[in-house]
């Protein structure tokens, strides 16, 4: 497992953008897979996006295509969120976590290590 820490989440307007940043502990952060959910209130959580642990491959729903960007600096063993377009519905909990498997997953189940989660809000 490693440690991750969120950052860069708060409140913006309809339309605006934010980019969320997570910074892994470790040596072995290239050799993992990368994804970022949010669970709203009410809900569970759902996946937004993933990342090979090479960056090569990426994944998105339909409900962020187009919006959400993700990406890593491997070496800085960070992972980004780049949301854009920003809707009310994007308002939940933001989770940065860690699979231990180069592919990338959009299983929740598949990833091992989690962040503590940063609050997106987005304002109508």
């Known amino acids: 497992q490693v440690q991750l820490v969120e950052s860069g989440g708060g409140l913006v307007q309809a339309g605006g953008s934010l980019r969320l940043s997570c910074a892994a502990s470790g040596r072995t952060f290239s050799s993992r897979a990368m994804g970022w959910f949010r669970r709203a209130p009410g809900k569970g959580r759902e996946p937004v996006a993933a990342i090979s642990g090479s960056g090569a491959n990426t994944w998105y729903p339909d409900s962020v295509k187009g919006r959400f960007t993700i990406s890593r600096v491997n070496a800085r063993n960070t992972v980004y969120l780049q949301m854009n377009s920003l809707e009310p519905e994007d308002t939940a909990v933001y989770y940065c976590?860690?699979?231990?498997?180069?592919?990338?997953?959009?299983?929740?189940?598949?990833?091992?290590?989690w962040g503590q989660g940063t609050q997106v809000t987005v304002s109508s």
């Open positions: 976590a860690a699979a231990p498997t180069v592919v990338l997953t959009n299983r929740v189940t598949a990833y091992d290590s």
